[in-house]
């Protein structure tokens, strides 16, 4: 049946390519995961506003890459032996020894800067495959219940800054419309704009609050206090030991349980902690994003790609991170091509998009 | 239902309470209407019966009012929720999602209701109010009536007994406002809810009202029969002026009610002269011909040809978003033109001219008067505008005690009702002394006095020369006012001509005296008195 898929399994999908990218220098790999991404994009993205920016994340993925190379070339283009062009170079004072402008450029150094750059603009691409498949306000929708009001605020700064705009403009308008005293300067924006603007924006802010606590906002269930309490420890532990296991995860020479454990254990306490804050509100939400089959499999693809490049680290680096002193040409193993197959799955796997759903006003 | 006893409200600062001793009682299934001047505190009523008043708003209130045995004091307005629904004056500014759909889900998911249940109301809502074919839209790309169910099917979502609106159709168009209390009358009628809502425009409810209430600006409220209390009554529409200078009884309440009791009007009638209509025009003051205005792709105004004169008054009628703004916009020459000549009694094209000379010789009076306004104090706007014309000191001063007098100097213009707003706004467009006056939807909150002065001092000023246009909604203004009504529709002249017969040849303008007297072509309830005298 045609339906959307619940954001958050694009989001975990996403960021396991991401994770695998990050993992590999290897511009076949990184392109490959590129491919992978912009296939998948193509199969199951909406006509919604937020749908339409994949061309736009490959654009600037284009220009990360020019940058990256760019800099390379003219900053510190000279290691390896195989010089391609030398540019003129400038002469800096002794103060800034260290840092070359100009000077040979090697292949070695430009393979380099570009393997990097693919890189980075890999990372973004996959993050904006996420955006662009899954819809932000059904995103806003699943945050967790402690976190709602955080959603409304969003919400409501969505909504209102175009009003506010409008008010601005209306004014600025409104404005030309009254003689202004002769021999002085004809505009003064912040008497004569801003302040009405900030006026009608206090008064529609003032609208808007009577109006939602008419409708029901701020309501708040009676929990006991002890729950909330408990909640409120359990969420600060788990924020510590996300911090711990972090640190633990980022640093090799970290005791092996401050790692991955700690993070796992500080998820589980901030999940609960989470919940029973969530326990105050009383509210529900409307046709929520139903979590199914195809959620958890789009998910699990993205997680297994991730696994396997990991593996693959392990198992064959050199395929992951191409020498390029010398350079040689990069290849590809079975292992990371099954990855790369696996986060292609989605395509399919995926429901395919609603026809009501692609055409929103 | 609602049951108001001995309530009286005092905001803070406030010299006396805005409503004393109230005592008042809404049975299940009423529709009740309150009718007063602006400021007179109908607000405030509505405000109380959720709880918003003083909870939100400060103040104290002493005396009690309860909901369906829920007393407010002890019931903040998020715990009525479920139990009263408010439509405030502005749907917009209430708004807290982006679409349809979204927003009439909003009030439920506050309230914790299950998903199932959820999807069931939105759709029958959707239904009720016949909106179904907006679900998926932005609510700022809809049209102000559908912006105005939106809002009341946003608050029915949650099954209150209570439905509380503020002015729901004074921002709208005659068939957009028909619309509205069509689906409000439904709502009483079929579901028999209870509802409560303010209205200026009078002729628009009150042939629907079980129960009148009337605020006084001394704070008292009476409360009755619509046909009993209409008589005292500040405000009243044409119809039932009509029945008192008839000497109709019962007073009608309706133009259906009028008509039957007419014949015997008509009969007194025939032989009384027409009425003298339409000021004589003078030398043209603004020639406009073909006048184009894009936005985008979209052309609000398309190839539009219009002379104004000297002396008349000429409104512009239209649905929302047929140009009419736009169009004064145009003429006045500060707008967008992208073809076509405007021009001046000399000659000069506004748009070309000086915007300090443009502002001397032709005012606009924009939609939110307001936001021309932005000192801190009624003396200080009026001295700077005195000192922008040139003018003598107190020249602007003078102007506002004519339009609204008593206004003391030193009051905020935020504090001012809209009356007395779009007053001093008039006065100072009006203190250059420019010979050409565009005015969009300048009686918008207007209650009947601020109105019947307004029309005076168009009158006035008109007689005195000027050329005066207004784009509005208001039917029974155009009557009392216009020389002339120009129609447009999807950005075009549709209908030109003199107001009788433009507004008697189309159901949606006509005032209710021309339906009544139909096919007399009697416009207004004073041409009828000058015609047969004084009532006995």
Known sequence: MPRALHPVAWWVWALGLAVAASRTTNPLILLLFVTVAGCVVAARRTDAPWARGFRVYLALGLVIIAIRVGFRVLLDGQHGRHVLFTLPELDLPDAVAGIRIGGPVSLEGLLAALYDGIRIATLLLCVGAANVLADPKRLLKSLPAALYELGVAVTIALTTAPQIIESGQRIHRARRLRLAPEGRRPRRPVRGVLVPVLEDALDRSLALAAAMDSRGYGRVASVPRRALRTGRALLIGGVCAVLVGTYGVLDGTAPAPLGAPALVAGCVLGAAGMRLAGRRVPRTVYRPAPWRAAETAVAACGLAAAVLVVVAEHVDADVLFPTVQPPRWPTVSAIVAMAALIGLLPAWLAPPVDALEATPA | ?536
């Open chain 2, 1 to 536: 239902m609602i049951r108001f006893e001995r309530v009286t409200v005092t905001y803070p600062d406030a010299a006396r309470p805005v409503l004393r001793d109230v005592d008042l009682y809404v049975a299940a299934g009423e529709l009740c209407v309150l009718v007063g001047l602006t400021g007179a505190g109908k607000s405030t009523v509505l405000g109380a019966i959720n709880g918003l008043v003083p909870h939100f708003t400060g103040g104290r209130l002493a005396g009690r009012v309860t909901v369906a045995g829920h007393d407010t004091r002890d019931h903040p307005p998020r715990e009525l929720a479920g139990l009263v629904g408010v439509v405030a004056q502005d749907p917009l500014r209430g708004f807290v999602t982006d679409t349809v759909e979204a927003e009439l889900a909003y009030g439920m998911e506050q309230l914790g209701i299950a998903p199932a249940t959820m999807r069931k109301r939105v759709e029958e809502t959707l239904d009720l109010l016949g909106i179904a074919e907006l679900r998926e839209r932005s609510i700022r790309t809809l049209s102000g009536g559908q912006q105005q169910r939106v809002a009341i099917g946003a608050v029915l979502t949650a099954h209150p007994q209570v439905l509380v609106l503020d002015e729901p159709t004074s921002a709208l168009d005659p068939a957009a406002a028909e619309d509205v209390l069509a689906a409000l009358t439904r709502l009483v009628h079929d579901l028999g809810m209870t509802v409560v809502v303010a209205e200026h425009r009078l002729e628009r409810v009150i042939e629907y009202a079980d129960r009148l209430v009337t605020i006084g600006h001394d704070g008292y409220v009476q409360s009755g029969l619509p046909a009993d209390l209409i008589r005292a009554a500040d405000v009243a529409p044409p119809v039932v002026r009509l029945g008192q200078l008839a000497g109709w009884n019962p007073l009608p309440l309706s133009v259906r009610d009028a008509r039957r009791l007419a014949p015997n009007l008509h009969a007194r009638l025939v032989d009384a002269p027409a009425p003298r209509r339409g000021r004589p025009p003078g030398a043209p003051a603004v020639s406009a011909s073909g006048v184009v205005v894009r936005y985008g792709k979209v052309a609000a105004v398309r190839g539009v040809d219009l002379v104004l004169r000297a002396g008349e008054v000429v409104a512009i009628m239209g649905r929302n978003g047929s140009g009419k703004s736009t169009l004064l916009w145009a003429l006045h020459g500060s707008g967008r033109r992208d073809g076509g000549r405007v021009v001046l009694a000399d000659g000069a094209d506004p748009s070309r001219l000086d915007p300090r000379d443009r502002t001397r010789r032709v005012a606009l009076l924009p939609q939110s008067p307001t936001d021309l306004l932005f000192l801190a104090s009624v003396g200080e706007e009026c001295a700077l505008a005195d000192r922008a014309a040139s003018a003598s000191a107190g020249t602007c001063r003078r102007l506002l005690d004519e339009l609204t007098p008593d206004i003391a100097d030193g009051t905020h213009p935020r504090d001012l009702s809209e009356g007395q707003r779009l007053g001093l706004a008039l006065a100072v467009q009006l203190t250059p002394a420019p010979a050409v006056l565009l005015l969009d939807e300048p009686t918008r909150g207007l209650d009947e006095t601020a109105k019947r002065r307004l029309t005076a001092v168009l009158a006035e000023l008109a007689a005195g020369g000027r050329v005066i246009a207004v784009a509005t909604h208001d039917v029974e203004f155009v009557a009392g006012l216009a020389d002339r009504v120009i129609v447009m529709a999807l950005g075009e002249v549709v209908a030109d001509g003199p107001t009788a017969d433009v507004v008697l040849a189309s159901p949606v303008y006509a005032p209710q005296v021309a339906k009544v007297l139909q096919p007399d072509p009697w416009l207004t309830v004073a041409e009828v008195a000058t015609a047969i005298g004084p009532p006995a």
